[in-house]
Each structure stands twice: as C-alpha cells, then as structure tokens.
C-alpha cells in the first residue's frame, strides 16, 4: 500500500529556517517525481514545488522560489522541503504528493500534510 | 504561469441533485486537467485525472469533460459524501497550478 508521511513541522520564527520530510512506501519511490503542496488557514491548495525522480530537475512557484529548496535521498525513500526566511505568509500545511509515472502527470498520493506556524 | 479559474466559488445543494463545477484555464491546457476533492482536515483526494478518466475506486456519479480552457466536473446524484471543496489542477506544465476551489454545501 502506498503510504507518504510528512514530519519536521512546527513553530518557527518569522525569518527562520525548516526542514520538512516526507517518507515514502508502498512503492519504488526512486521512479516517480514527487511534489509539495501547501494549503493556508482556510485558503486553498497552493503549488510549491517539484522534483524529477532521480532529483535532477527542480521546479518551484513563484512564492517560494529562492527560499526553498527541494530535495531527495532515493536511498532512504524520502523526499525534503528546505524552507528558509520564512515569512508569515507562509504558515500553512504542507503536502507531499506523488505524480503518476504516466504522461498525464496528476497527484494520486498524498501524505496527511504537517503544518507549519510562522510566528512574527 | 498558467492561471486556473472554478466557478463558482461555493455551491448549496441538495443529495440527489445533479452538480456541474467549471474550470477554465488562461491557455490551453489540452486534457491535462485534474479534480481533486477535499474535504476538513483531510489530504486531497484524485477524482479525475486526464480531464475525463475516473481515478481508480472513485464512485461512478463523478465524472469530468473539457479540453482546451473549459472543462466540468459533474456529480450526477449528490450522495451525503460528496458536501467537500472541489480543486481542478492543471498537470500540462510546472508549476502545476490549482483552482481556488469550488465548496459544495448542503443546501
């Protein structure tokens, strides 16, 4: 069964720095590109970022480019989201999801969220 | 980046109606159009994906149409389970942008 979990939220400071991680199973997590996905206090879904499977290529939206960083570590099945001068903008719960390995490219996974609190 | 509009915004109906949700996107996306469901503290669910392809599990009163800019996503009888907000996302480039959401309340 596929599983994704998310860990490393919680309270930081306005400016400060976190490190999510998002540990996968169920599946061969190094074939599939994996993605971030945020959602603020009652707000809706917000794109993040992406990385290919073997984490080769990046891509981040326009709110977060510059500050975050994702990454992967195949050999230990997880997948990371390094988000620095965090703003309060910010404070949301974070998604990992999985893209399907077709062309078609939708989310099919997702772990439960962590959530992020941004204190200024 | 690509923008994606839902309309509208929230709905009120009630179980047994039929419930159409539009999605349109600033350029054409072809079909890389997806729904998503999601209800209170929960994750995102995959209804749709490739516009129209019923996810896997996924009751068969769901179903989507659309290419181009101008897709739906329809329930044809509204059971109990379905009172949620309703995402579109586009999958035809990065970033992968969302709908605002479109919340189905129970009229």
């Known amino acids: 069964e596929v599983h994704l979990e998310e860990f490393g939220g919680g309270l930081v400071q306005a400016g400060g720095s976190l490190r999510l991680s998002c540990v996968a199973s169920?599946?061969?997590?190094?074939?599939?590109?994996m993605h971030w996905v945020r959602q603020a206090p009652g707000k809706g879904l917000e794109y993040v970022s992406a990385i290919n499977f073997n984490g080769g290529r990046t891509y981040y939206g326009n709110s977060v480019r510059g500050r975050f960083t994702i990454s992967r570590d195949n050999s230990k099945n997880t997948l990371y989201l390094q988000m620095g001068s965090l703003r309060a903008e910010d404070m949301a719960v974070y998604y990992c999801?999985?893209?399907?390995?077709?062309?078609?490219?939708?989310?099919?996974?997702w772990g439960q969220g962590t959530l992020v609190t941004v204190s200024s | 980046d690509i923008q994606m509009t839902q309309s509208p915004s929230s709905l009120s109906a009630s179980v047994g109606d039929r419930v159409t949700i539009t999605c349109r996107a600033s350029?054409?996306?072809?079909?890389?159009l997806n729904w998503y469901q999601q209800k209170p503290g929960k994750a995102p669910k995959l209804l749709i994906y490739a516009a129209s392809s019923l996810q896997s599990g996924v009751p068969s009163r769901f179903s989507g149409s659309g290419s181009g800019t101008a897709f739906t996503l329809t329930i044809s009888s509204l059971q109990p389970d379905d009172f949620a907000t309703y995402y579109c996302q586009q999958s035809y480039n990065v970033p992968r942008t969302f709908g605002q959401g479109t919340k189905l309340e129970i009229k």
């Open positions: 169920g599946f061969i997590f190094s074939r599939y590109a």
């Open positions: 999801a999985r893209e399907v390995r077709t062309v078609s490219g939708e989310l099919d996974y």
């Open positions: 350029q054409s996306i072809d079909s890389y």
